[in-house]
């Protein structure tokens, strides 16, 4: 694994990154039903979340002078009910997490030629997982 095919790797997942910030930015002002007030405001605070994750990406892309970080968001399902949204969200952030750990893989290998970068990359990634394993396990409850 080189530096550079793992920044197109990253690059990727910045656009999925721009993807979950758009789609709890949309489902905030899409949620319908007798809750849609509270989840109004908790789909809001996740777009802010995303948001704090799709600049790390291009802070780091940035930073690792790749040449031009994605700009914006993929297509999404869209659905109003509550459950629904959950629903996706969960599984977008399920995703998110084994897309990761995979890249905790991958960055042993890049390890090998970029120590420190990969290092740090993996400390990176590492918070990425976290956020979106507890949103995953709490957002998991809210459906139970
Ligand atoms: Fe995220
Ligand atoms: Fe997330």
Not at 34 to 46: D, I
Not at 73 to 78: C, D, S
Not at 104 to 116: G, M, T, Y
Request: charged share 25%; net charge negative; hydrophobic share 40%.
């Amino acid at each position: 694994m080189t530096l550079s095919q793992f920044l197109e790797i990253m690059n990727g997942d910045l656009a999925n990154e721009w993807t979950h910030l758009s789609f709890y930015l949309y489902h905030a002002s899409a949620v319908a039903g007798l809750h849609a007030h509270e989840y109004k405001e908790f789909f809001t605070e996740a777009a802010e979340g995303e948001m704090r994750h799709v600049q790390g990406f291009l802070d780091r892309l940035f930073g690792l002078n790749y040449t031009q970080p994605c700009q914006g968001p993929k297509a999404f399902a869209y659905v109003s009910r509550i459950e629904d949204i959950l629903t996706l969200a969960i599984k977008l952030e399920e995703d998110v997490v084994t897309n990761y750990t995979q890249r905790l893989k991958q960055l042993d290998d890049l390890a090998i030629s970029h120590p420190e970068t990969a290092a740090y990359l993996k400390v990176f990634y590492e918070d990425q997982i976290k956020d979106s394993y507890e949103d995953a396990e709490h957002m998991r409850r809210l459906v139970a």
